[in-house]
Nanobody, 123 residues
Framework: QVQLVESGGGLVQAGGSLRLSCAASGRPSSSLFMGWFRQGPGKEREFVARISWTGSNTYYADSVKGRFTISRDNAKNTVYLQMNILEPEDTAVYYC????????????????WGQGTQVTVSS
């Protein structure tokens, strides 16, 4: 069983930055595909970014490309999401997701999920 714990959310003004962390336990993160999703008020959960086992391959949603960066430190079993130039539209609960077999851009591609961390961007 894999446990994922997100941290780093908070309230920030538009144009600001935050870095989210996702700590994995129960299995080495180096054996997991990892991703970030978000769910805004009244919206469905949507894909934000994903990263391969080694971190050599990343992929982003168009809405965050050029502003967000996903990375991982397998020695610390942690995945990060650096979020820059934040916009009010980025307000959401951000979830970390993991799967040992596959990665993708839909929630059903991942078997393990964290509890989420709130990000609020004020205008």
């Amino acid at each position: 069983q894999v446990q994922l714990v997100e941290s780093g959310g908070g309230l920030v003004q538009a144009g600001g930055s935050l870095r989210l962390s996702c700590a994995a336990s129960g299995r080495p993160s180096s054996s997991l595909f990892m991703g970030w999703f978000r769910q805004g008020p009244g919206k469905e959960r949507e894909f934000v970014a994903r990263i391969s086992w080694t971190g050599s391959n990343t992929y982003y949603a168009d809405s965050v490309k050029g502003r967000f960066t996903i990375s991982r430190d397998n020695a610390k079993n942690t995945v990060y999401l650096q979020m820059n130039i934040l916009e009010p539209e980025d307000t959401a609960v951000y979830y970390c997701a993991a799967d040992p077999v596959r990665s993708g851009v839909v929630p059903s591609a991942y078997i393990y999920w964290g509890q989420g961390t709130q990000v609020t961007v004020s205008s």
